[in-house]
């Protein structure tokens, strides 16, 4: 329906609205994050959640100790190589639809730790990272932005159409491959359905 | 709608349709959505049990030993007994002798269990 219309009718008093309008209204004000945490970023995620920067104003407030209940997952530190497959394998346990936001340097590069033999750089090279956040650690109001942003986010989402988000696509992979902790690295290193490095332009 | 005095049980009846329908419908909407919008997504990790992302290991149907109720029981034995016994010892000086007399008896109906426990051994480490 056309928004002019729409403005019309709400002079008049009449509330007109969609589905896909109220499903995605009603996800994204109840968005459950997985309640776990890898490190340091960990600290901030547990202070957004408290009373002084009150995540539950977004709805998400509701940490889950299980993935079959969680629809969020914030990758809150440095992924080791170690841990990798655990967190591969927790986002594969979580319910549709799911979304992850990768907070804070290590969780989206490896940060300060990224020349480490045993840290993973980047989350991203394994799950599909909706929102991420840099930051050593990033504050509590960037964690709040990174929601906000996942929320536009998942606002925008369509039912239907070439445009829908994989949850509703049935022919994308229910699945993510879990990495092997390897002798000398993860095996796979990446996956490369997922990870696409950005091309340095370099000049010269 | 009269029932009548052929029926009077009609409303009841209706109100058990009504509240069956009132349950059954929201469900039955949700598994319309579902099987319109969110296809369904599973899979071996997906399904498999959760363990704090681990694989499990073994199975989940372990048997435990029927003979803990023994170490149940002794535990119970000292948890009362230390319970009791530190308000007891605050207060030993001011107790008049019935108390005194009382908390012994009580004391003692411990020590029994626990000299029941150490007939049967159970006080061995084996």
């Known amino acids: 329906m056309d928004d002019r219309l729409r403005n019309e009718l709400s002079r008049q008093g009449i509330f007109v609205t969609t589905f896909e309008d109220l499903y995605n209204w009603g996800r994204k004000n109840s968005l459950w994050p997985l309640g776990f945490g890898l490190a340091c970023c960990a600290i901030e995620m547990i202070a957004t959640s408290m009373a002084r920067w009150d995540l539950a104003r977004f709805g998400a407030e509701v940490f889950r100790p299980s993935p079959r209940q969680a629809d969020l997952m914030i990758v809150a530190g440095t992924v080791t190589k170690k841990m990798a497959p655990q967190v591969v394998r927790l986002y594969n346990q979580m319910a549709e639809p799911k979304y992850v936001i990768a907070m804070g340097a290590c969780a989206i590069s490896g940060g300060p730790f990224k020349q480490g033999y045993n840290v993973l750089k980047g989350i991203d090279r394994f799950i599909p990272v909706d929102v991420h956040i840099p930051g050593c650690p990033p504050r509590p109001e960037a964690l709040l932005h990174a929601f906000m942003t996942l929320q536009r986010k998942i606002d925008g989402q369509t039912l239907s159409g070439a445009t829908r988000p994989r949850h509703l696509d049935p022919e994308a992979p229910a699945e993510f491959p879990v990495p092997d902790f390897g002798g000398r690295d993860l095996e796979p290193p990446r996956n490369p359905g997922i990870w696409r490095p950005p091309a340095l332009p370099r000049e010269g | ?126």
Request: glycine content about 8%; some cysteine; overall charge neutral.
């Open chain 2, 1 to 126: 709608m009269n029932p009548g005095p052929d029926h009077p049980y009609l409303f009841l009846a209706l109100l058990m349709a009504a509240a069956v329908l009132f349950a059954l419908i929201p469900l039955a909407l949700a598994r319309l959505w579902a099987w319109k919008f969110a296809p369904a997504k599973a899979g071996p990790t997906k399904q498999a049990i959760y363990e704090c992302g681990l694989e499990s290991r073994g199975d989940a149907w372990v048997q435990f030993r029927s003979e803990y109720y023994l170490y149940a029981l002794v535990f119970l034995i000292f948890d009362v007994e230390a319970l009791f016994l530190l308000p007891f010892a605050v207060s030993f000086g001011g107790l008049p002798v019935g108390a005194v007399l009382a908390m012994l008896m009580f004391v003692l109906l411990l020590v029994e269990g626990l000299v029941w426990a150490w007939q049967k051994g159970v006080l061995t480490w084996k």
